[in-house]
T-cell receptor, first 116, second 114 residues
Framework: AQKITQTQPGMFVQEKEAVTLDCTYDTSDQSYGLFWYKQPSSGEMIFLIYQGSYDEQNATEGRYSLNFQKARKSANLVISASQLGDSAMYFCAMREGNFGNEKLTFGTGTRLTIIP | NAGVTQTPKFQVLKTGQSMTLQCAQDMNHEYMSWYRQDPGMGLRLIHYSVGAGITDQGEVPNGYNVSRSTTEDFPLRLLSAAPSQTSVYFC?????????????FGPGTRLLVL
């Protein structure tokens, strides 16, 4: 079974609109962490946001927020007021256990295209 | 700081050839990892290390060897390249000090095996 599932292979969003990228996860650990990364066409992996399993509040970083629904095992990324520079691949990833960020499990990614 | 550096950026190999992908970091991170990225499959963990002298296998270790003799370096060796190893390889490092410490990724090495 997939540990990280991203069901949207591609999305097209009008500039300045908000966009939600879906991520569901599967783990039996009580302690885990969820990450979102952005990969622009240049290829580098850019860290966006982190949510710990015990965090009671949704994480936010500027225009990025993480809609964490623990009971549903979902960790959707919300980008507010999208910009042309947001066009990229987006990956959801999970760390299982308290520590050990040396071994993340990644989803297959969502390609986001922002339309002017 | 240079962060995580990888060499070469691009490499073409013939089936059966060997090579080493180099990875170095200057952030004094204990943790280092190698991933491969294939179209439609996201990143998959090959090998990882939690410190000098300590390595372990990830999800897809077959055909690859690693060693970690120093904190800074974590080379990935392909002993006998196969076309199935055509991929983009990313090295990453992270600090062990906290749960929200992200992995810092290198720029990647694009490998083509003919």
């Amino acid at each position: 079974a997939q540990k990280i599932t991203q069901t949207q292979p591609g999305m097209f969003v009008q500039e300045k609109e908000a966009v939600t990228l879906d991520c569901t996860y599967d783990t039996s650990d009580q302690s885990y962490g969820l990450f979102w990364y952005k990969q622009p066409s240049s290829g580098e992996m850019i860290f966006l946001i982190y949510q710990g399993s015990y965090d009671e509040q949704n994480a936010t970083e500027g225009r990025y927020s993480l809609n964490f629904q623990k009971a549903r095992k979902s960790a959707n990324l919300v980008i507010s007021a999208s910009q042309l520079g947001d066009s990229a691949m987006y990956f959801c990833a999970m760390r299982e256990g308290n520590f050990g960020n040396e071994k993340l499990t990644f989803g297959t990614g969502t390609r986001l295209t922002i339309i002017p | 700081n240079a962060g995580v550096t990888q060499t070469p950026k691009f490499q073409v190999l013939k089936t059966g050839q060997s090579m080493t992908l180099q990875c170095a970091q200057d952030m004094n991170h204990e943790y280092m990892s190698w991933y491969r990225q294939d179209p439609g499959m996201g990143l998959r963990l090959i090998h990882y290390s939690v410190g000098a002298g300590i390595t372990d296998q990830g999800e897809v270790p077959n055909g690859y060897n690693v060693s970690r003799s120093t904190t800074e370096d974590f080379p990935l060796r392909l002993l006998s390249a196969a076309p199935s190893q055509t991929s983009v390889y990313f090295c990453a490092s992270s600090y062990s000090g906290g749960e929200m410490e992200t992995q810092y990724f290198g720029p990647g090495t694009r490998l083509l095996v003919l």
